[in-house]
């Protein structure tokens, strides 16, 4: 059994930081991409960034220059650290990550989702 566990959500202003994490445990050999998806009310949910196994990353354009995406292989974490926050990225934020069985065999898993809200 693998869970994703998610932390550091919040309420905050505009032009303000959060730093979510998303702690991965169970049964683990070794994680392949991961990522951080998001989903407003009324809206479908969406790739917000992600990073492979070795680092390299990948962002949506919204949020290209603000919002930066880490991970620390040795304790099957990655973090998503959100600068210059802006109402429009409020959203629940949801962890996934691929997990490898070997031989080519992943399997993907999602965290419970954390609410982020940006207000003045």
């Known amino acids: 059994q693998v869970q994703l566990v998610e932390s550091g959500g919040g309420s905050v202003q505009p032009g303000g930081s959060l730093r979510l994490s998303c702690a991965a445990s169970g049964s683990i050999f070794s994680i392949n991409d991961m990522g951080w998806y998001r989903q407003a009310p009324g809206k479908e949910r969406e790739l917000v960034a992600a990073?492979?196994?070795?680092?390299?990353?990948n962002y949506a354009d919204s949020v290209k220059g603000r919002f930066t995406i880490s991970r620390d292989n040795a304790i099957n974490t990655v973090y998503l650290q959100m600068n210059s926050l802006k109402p429009d990225d409020t959203a629940v934020y949801y962890c996934?990550?691929?997990?490898?069985?070997?031989?080519?065999?992943?399997?993907?898993?999602w965290g419970q989702g954390t609410q982020v809200t940006v207000s003045s």
């Open positions: 996934n990550a691929y997990l490898d069985y070997g031989l080519g065999y992943e399997v993907d898993y």
């Open positions: 990073i492979t196994h070795g680092g390299s990353t």
